[in-house]
């Protein structure tokens, strides 16, 4: 199995852009999709993007993902950043055996 | 536009079975693939099971022994059951749909689940 990694918080400015990385222990970055989810406290997860750069409809476009094989990272890209892009954000991808694996969550502070 | 509502007990005793339902309105359960995904109180989020639309399943390891994920298509709604709870059980319970099995794209509200006596 593998583990995802991301940093315990980001913060940034509004109007600022915001990168959340994503590292995997264990087999390549590309060999499974990633997914990124939103949680605004109190609220349930909504998904931003799936298929690692893939915008379910509604998302705004300054939502973005990559996958970095060199780094063997996702990354979830904000930009333009509002006050309520301020949430917990959560990477997922899944092992050879379709189990999900969830990152420990990055909670992105706008200030 | 499809929306997912969980309902579930709220509090459930040591030992006994979790039960949760989750309904689907908006359109039919048999085209998509179904999963349940947990978050302990301040804690991260952890997959549950999945369903796919033939009716197999698969299961997080450290649950398979005590959950069970199944689907009642004439009422469009999905269940789970999660046997022999502990204190460690206590979480809210989203189910969610994806794309694919590997993957949420619509998540519903959540159930509260505690487990005490």
């Known amino acids: 199995n593998f583990m995802l990694t991301q940093p315990h918080s980001v913060s940034a400015s509004p109007g600022k852009t915001v990168t959340i990385s994503c590292t995997r222990s264990g087999g390549s970055i590309a060999g499974n999709y990633v997914q990124w989810y939103q949680q605004r406290p109190g609220s349930s997860p909504i998904t931003v993007i799936f298929d690692d750069n893939q915008r379910p409809s509604g998302v705004p476009d300054r939502f973005s993902g990559s996958i970095d094989r060199s780094s063997n990272s996702a990354s979830l890209t904000i930009s333009g950043l509002k006050t309520e892009d301020e949430a917990d954000y959560y990477c997922?991808?899944?092992?050879?055996?379709?189990?999900?694996?969830f990152g420990g969550g990055t909670k992105l502070t706008v200030l | 536009q499809v929306q997912l509502q969980e309902s579930g007990p709220g509090l459930v005793r040591p030992s006994e079975t979790l039960s949760l339902t989750c309904i689907v309105s908006?359109?039919?359960?048999?085209?998509?693939?179904w999963s349940w995904i947990r978050q302990a109180p301040g804690k991260g989020l952890e997959w549950v099971a999945y369903i796919y639309p033939d009716g197999s399943t698969n299961h997080n390891p450290s649950l398979t022994s005590r959950v069970s994920i199944s689907s009642d298509t004439p009422k469009n709604q999905l269940s789970l059951t999660l046997r022999s709870v502990t204190a460690a059980d206590t979480a809210v319970y989203y189910c969610a749909r994806g794309p694919r099995s590997s993957s949420a794209l619509k998540w519903g509200q959540g159930a509260l689940v505690s487990v005490s006596s």
């Open positions: 997922q991808s899944y092992d050879t055996n379709s189990h999900w694996v």
């Open positions: 908006g359109e039919s359960i048999r085209h998509y693939h």
